[in-house]
């Protein structure tokens, strides 16, 4: 029975042997750069580990236990970073799937030079975050283009970079970044959608709010799901874009995780410490990832 069950499973690689030959070099570099730094950042978050003056010297890990962690909760500029990267990415992902589905299926529309307006979506998204920090500053800086425009039309001039608004203006800034990127992928989707349900739909007198919420919304769940996905994955690493705009400021009001964690890794040395975070963040990605999952994908598809 036992060698029955081995040569089932020996004629099954050889079935598949070539798809296993294909994901081979994939599995590989995954083992190496990903799994393997993802298990030597959690040991590390129970070791204090400093990289000496200036980093100079690296110490050898002090196993520390559970101190990483304990010290967080009265970490007062944890507890900011954490509450302000999940404002960002509740707010962020709101925001960015609202406008990207809005324009996605405009586009749907079978509109005259689809493909233009897709690419015009697109080229934020392809410049580099820390390039678009930095122009986004310059434009919502008090002397900027937006103020102008503001002054020129007889309204007060707002400050959009203090410590009030920098918040929102680094999430508006986030979205203008990514929302194209999410209108292609979104796109994508409500063109594999069969027209004969439209039109099915059509004869049948339903409008077209009624579509989208019968037919368009329950076969783009799944696409819809990826999109939430990466939304949140860019969120809770967004690091580049703030320090291009604010650079965590005024004062530690754009502070989040990602760049609370280069700044104890790489100014502070505190390496060990900034482990410890890192897995933090990881567990909360892991952790929306699956709400959301849950969420959306168990909802009920109804025609």
Same mark, same amino acid.
């Given at each position: 029975?036992f060698?029955?069950?081995?040569n089932e499973? +020996?004629?099954y690689i050889?079935?598949?042997?070539?798809?296993?030959?294909?994901c081979?070099?994939?599995?590989i570099?995954?083992?190496?750069?990903?799994?393997?730094p993802?298990?030597d950042a959690?040991?590390?978050?129970?070791?204090?580990?400093?990289?000496?003056?200036?980093?100079?010297?690296?110490?050898?890990?002090?196993f520390?236990? &559970?101190?990483?962690?304990a010290?967080?909760?009265k970490?007062?500029?944890f507890? +900011?970073? &954490?509450?302000?990267?999940?404002?960002?990415?509740? #707010?962020?992902?709101?925001?960015?799937?609202?406008?990207?589905?809005s324009?996605a &299926?405009?586009?749907?529309?079978?509109?005259?030079?689809?493909?233009?307006f897709?690419t015009?979506y697109?080229?934020?998204?392809?410049?580099?975050?820390?390039?678009?920090g930095v122009?986004? %500053?310059?434009?919502?800086n008090?002397?900027?283009?937006?103020?102008?425009?503001?002054?020129?039309?007889?309204?007060p001039?707002?400050?959009?970079?203090?410590?009030?608004?920098?918040?929102? #203006?680094?999430v508006?800034?986030?979205?203008?970044?990514?929302?194209?990127?999410?209108?292609?992928?979104?796109?994508?989707?409500l063109?594999?959608i069969?027209?004969?349900?439209?039109?099915?739909?059509?004869?049948?007198?339903?409008?077209k709010?009624?579509?989208? %919420? %019968?037919i #368009?919304?329950?076969l783009?769940k799944p696409? +819809?799901?990826?999109t939430?996905?990466?939304? #949140?994955?860019y969120?809770?690493r967004?690091?580049d874009i703030?320090?291009?705009?604010?650079?965590?400021?005024p004062?530690?009001?754009? +502070?989040?995780l990602?760049?609370?964690?280069?700044?104890?890794?790489f100014?502070?040395?505190?390496?060990g410490?900034?482990?410890a975070i890192?897995?933090?963040?990881?567990?909360?990605?892991?952790?929306?990832?699956?709400?959301? %999952?849950?969420i959306?994908?168990?909802?009920?598809?109804?025609y």
């Amino acid at each position: 029975m036992f060698f029955k069950k081995n040569n089932e499973i +020996l004629k099954y690689i050889k079935r598949k042997k070539a798809f296993y030959l294909m994901c081979l070099p994939y599995l590989i570099g995954f083992t190496i750069f990903e799994l393997y730094p993802m298990i030597d950042a959690f040991i590390l978050s129970f070791h204090s580990w400093s990289g000496g003056i200036g980093g100079a010297a690296f110490l050898e890990p002090k196993f520390v236990g &559970l101190k990483n962690y304990a010290e967080m909760i009265k970490d007062e500029l944890f507890i +900011l970073s &954490l509450k302000n990267t999940m404002v960002i990415t509740i #707010t962020f992902v709101f925001i960015s799937t609202l406008i990207s589905l809005s324009i996605a &299926l405009l586009l749907d529309q079978k509109i005259k030079n689809v493909d233009i307006f897709t690419t015009i979506y697109f080229i934020p998204y392809a410049t580099a975050p820390v390039i678009m920090g930095v122009v986004m %500053r310059v434009i919502f800086n008090r002397g900027g283009v937006i103020n102008w425009i503001l002054k020129e039309m007889g309204l007060p001039i707002i400050d959009w970079l203090g410590p009030n608004l920098a918040l929102i #203006t680094v999430v508006l800034a986030m979205v203008w970044n990514y929302f194209g990127y999410c209108v292609v992928i979104l796109l994508a989707g409500l063109q594999a959608i069969p027209t004969v349900l439209y039109e099915a739909a059509s004869i049948d007198g339903a409008g077209k709010m009624t579509q989208i %919420r %019968r037919i #368009t919304l329950p076969l783009l769940k799944p696409i +819809l799901i990826v999109t939430l996905f990466l939304e #949140t994955i860019y969120a809770l690493r967004a690091y580049d874009i703030i320090y291009g705009m604010t650079g965590g400021g005024p004062g530690f009001q754009t +502070l989040t995780l990602p760049y609370y964690i280069y700044w104890k890794g790489f100014e502070s040395w505190e390496l060990g410490y900034a482990d410890a975070i890192g897995v933090i963040l990881f567990l909360m990605a892991l952790a929306i990832a699956l709400i959301q %999952r849950k969420i959306i994908g168990t909802a009920v598809i109804e025609y």
